[in-house]
């Protein structure tokens, strides 16, 4: 009987209630671990000794915001998922810019919290459907106000399409059935999105590819 792999998720959230929440919801997961749990960003700061898969990461906390924790989640390899009240535009857009890896609201359901804790873990990049009509309603002002669009060398429709697939939440493995591609070929893609649009997360990817107008959500 082949075993499952349990990915670690820590939970950086300073509501007592939402914490509980979240750990219930990991719990009741056969492949998710619960690890360490966080109320402020002093206790997360041992996230990156105790190197977790994921953290589930709020933004509005005690002692600042949990967007200054992502990027040092990403130097030590550990994945960022945000999931946070703030829904407004600058919120999301430096969450992506930042690092993180996925971007949900608490409002919501259980179900797609799970499964964007999975996503994550499995090489997507879910972004929440309000936070993806933010993030597009700020990059429309910005074209509208003249600012200068990134440039770059341009995604191929195959790029493209596998971008789009991550920030649906699916997974390497997802992305490649749903292609008819190897996962193999899907790391060679991916591969060649970072270094195209200089980044080095799926966030970043899907954030950059939409703020040079290569991707529409």
Do not use: C, W
């Not at 929440?128 to 669009?149: C, E, H, K, N, T």
């Amino acid at each position: 009987m082949t075993e499952h792999t349990q990915h670690v998720v820590a939970i950086l959230e300073d509501s007592a209630p939402v914490r509980d929440y979240f750990a219930e919801i990991i719990q009741s997961a056969d492949d998710l671990l619960l690890g360490g749990i966080a109320n402020t960003l002093g206790e997360a700061a041992a996230f990156l000794d105790q190197k977790p898969d994921l953290v589930l990461t709020d933004l509005g906390l005690p002692d600042g915001s949990g967007l200054t924790l992502i990027p040092p989640l990403k130097e030590a390899g550990i994945l960022s998922l945000v999931i946070t009240a703030f829904g407004d535009r600058e919120t999301v857009v430096s969450a992506l810019s930042a690092g993180a890896d996925g971007y949900l609201l608490k409002d919501s359901t259980a179900e797609t919290i799970l499964d964007g804790i999975r996503a994550t873990l499995a090489g997507g990049a879910p972004i929440s459907p309000d936070a993806a009509i933010f993030l597009l309603d700020r990059l429309r002002q910005s074209d509208v106000s003249g600012s200068p669009m990134p440039q770059g060398e341009p995604l191929t429709p195959r790029e493209t399409e596998l971008l789009t697939l991550f920030a649906r939440g699916h997974s390497y493995k997802a992305a490649a059935r749903e292609l008819g591609i190897s996962p193999l070929t899907v790391g060679g893609h991916v591969k060649a999105i970072y270094r195209k649009l200089e980044v080095n997360s799926r966030g970043e990817a899907v954030y950059a590819a939409v703020q040079s107008g290569q991707l529409n959500l």
